[in-house]
C-alpha cells in the first residue's frame, strides 16, 4: 500500500499521473476537509470520470466535483484491500458526500472477552481489544433467551461483572441476580482446560452451530454413561436438553442445513432515506436479524446502496463468521471487490447471488417486507418530530396572504398539452414545505377536447376533490392553481358545483409577475420576491410544472411506440423503448444507418427496423 499526497500540484495534473492499479481516492475541499472516499480498480479511470462530461452526473455530483480543491489517493495490492480501506475512512471521517448510515437504537451484544477464562456477558458497547462479539440481537428478549439457555445448557455465569471484583464478604450484588446461583460455585473456579471447552461450546451455539452441537453432546453424554461416570452424564443431559428447548424455538426457514446472510433495501423517497436489513440464516435456521437506515441517497440506484450496506457491514463491527452464501434483493453494482474479500476472509469462494424464485427469495420478499415496515416506523418518528417545527416559510406565506390558518399541506396543480394534443394535469403535494411524493396525483383529461387550460383545470379539480370528499381523505390547508384570475376562476367554480368551496383556501400564482390572485378581490397580492413565502409558492409550482411535463412526456412517447414503432412486424414494446431511450426520438431512428440500428439492437431486427423505413437494401 501507498500513499500519493502534494497540496502543490493541480487536481487534473495529478489525475494524469495516476496509476492504473486499485485503490482509495479522497476528495478534499479548499479547508482541507473530507468531501468524499470511493475505491476503484483503476484508479485513473475512475477519478478521470468525475471530471469529464458532466452531463452524465447528477446535481449533488456535479456540485461536489465544484467543491473539490485537492486530490488524495491510496494505492492498494488488491480491490478487498481497498474495500476495507474505503469502509474504514467514511467510518472515522464521515464524509458529506458517501452514504452515511443511522441505527435507531444501540444493539445488545454478547460478549465473549479475550481471556485464558473468558467472560461471557451482555453489553451495548463494542469495544476493539480483541474480545468477540456475537449479535447485534434484534431485542433485549432474545439476547436474554440466550443467556439463560447458556446458564442452563453449561452452567456458565454470564453477568456483565468480573467475579474477581466481587467482594464475597459483603454478599451478591442486589442488580446481578444470578450471582445467588454462582457466587460459592462460580464457573471461574472450574479446571482451565474444562473452562475452555465449555467455551468453544458457548461459541458454537452463540454462531447457531446448534445441530452439529447437539450431536457432540449425545456422543459426549453415551461416553460418559459408558464409562459409568453417571453423575457427569446427567450434566451433559441437562446442556443437551437445555440446547435442543433452544434449537426447537428457533424458526426453520430453509429446506437444508445452510449457512447464508440475506440483505435487502428499501427506499423512501419522501424521507430521502432507505433501510437495509439483514437476516442470518445458520444451519437453515434464522438466527437474528440487523437493519440500518441510510443517509445521503439522493439520485443513487438500489444497487449502489445495497453495495454500499453490505460492504459497510462485513468489514464492521456487526460482522460474525462468513456464510456459504450471500443473498441480495437488487444486482450490486460491481461485486468483485466484495467477492474477494469474502473469499479471502473465508478461504474459500463465497456465493454472492441475487434469487429469483424459491425459499430464498421468499426470504428477501420477508426483509423487503421488514424494511418497509421499519421505513414507516421511522417516517412517523420525523413526521412527530417535524410537527414540533413548522418551517419559516409556511409562518410567512400565511401573515402575506392573510390566511385563517397555517398553510401546512399545499396541493398544486397544472397543465399540460402540445397544440391540444395528450392533454394532462399533475398535481403534487408540499407538506411543512416539503414534497410528499406519495400524495402525488396525474390526471389525463377526459371532458375536455383541444388546449382549453379553463375548463381542464375546473374538470381535474371536480375530479380531484369529489373523491376527497366521497373517500373522507385528508382536506389540505391551502390549494395552489398555475395561472392567474382565468384559472383560479375555473378553480373556484369546480369547488362550488361539488359543493367543495370554503372548506380550504385556494389561490392562483401567475407565472409572469409572480402575481397572486385570490378570490372576491379584484386586484392581485405582490409578495417580495426575497421572501420565503414567494419562494416556497415557487418551489411548489415549478415541482407541478415538472410533474405535469413528465407525465405528458411520457405519454405522448408511448403513444408513440405504440403508434410507430410498434407497427413494425418483430418489434415489441421492450425493443421500441430501447430504440427511443438510445436514439432519443422516432425520427432519428429513422434517419439512422443499418450498421448503427444492428449494433443497437442486433443485426436480425436492426435489418427489420431499417427496411421498414427505408426499403429494402441495394
Known sequence: MSNEHNPDVDVKEKVDHLPLSPGVYMFKDKKDRLLYVGKAKRLRNRVRSYFQDSSDHDGRIRVMINKIEDLEVIVTDSEAEALILENNLIKKHQPRYNILYRDDKTYPYICVTNADRPRVFPTRTVINDGSKYFGPYDSVKHMKRMLETIRKAFNLCTCAVSRKNIDRTKGAPKWHSCFDDYLESCSGDWNIEEYQATIEKVERMLNGRTN???????????????????????????????????????KMVAGKKVDRDLFAVKVDEEINEACGVLFKVREGKLISKFHRFLKNIKHLEKGEMLQSFVEDYYTGQYAGAIPDEVYVSDELKNKEPLAQYLWEERGKKVR??????????????????NAKLLLGERKLEKEKAARKHIPHSVKELKERLNLDRLPRRIECFDNSNLQGSDPVASMVCFVDARPRKSSYKRFNI????????????????????????????????LIVVDGGKGQLSSAVSALKEIGFYGQCEIIGLAKRLEEVFVPDRSKSIMIPKKSSALKLLQKVRDEAHRFAVDFHRDKRSKRTIKTELTQINGIGEKTAKQLLKSFGSVNTVRESSLEELQEEIGNKTGQKVFTYFNGEKE
Open 352 to 369: 454472492v447471488h441475487r434469487p429469483q424464485r424459491g425459499e430464498k427469495a421468499k426470504m428477501i420478499r420477508m426483509a423487503l417486507s
Open 446 to 477: 377526459k371532458t375536455v377536447e383541444g388546449p382549453d387550460d379553463f375548463a381542464s383545470m375546473k374538470e381535474v379539480l371536480s375530479r380531484r376533490y369529489k373523491r376527497v370528499m366521497d373517500d373522507k381523505e385528508q382536506i389540505p390547508d
Open 212 to 250: 452439529a452441537l447437539i450431536q457432540d453432546l449425545k456422543e459426549e453424554m453415551s461416553i460418559a454413561s459408558e464409562a459409568l461416570e453417571y453423575e457427569k452424564a446427567a450434566r451433559i443431559r441437562d446442556s443437551l436438553q437445555a440446547v435442543q428447548k433452544y434449537s426447537k424455538k428457533m
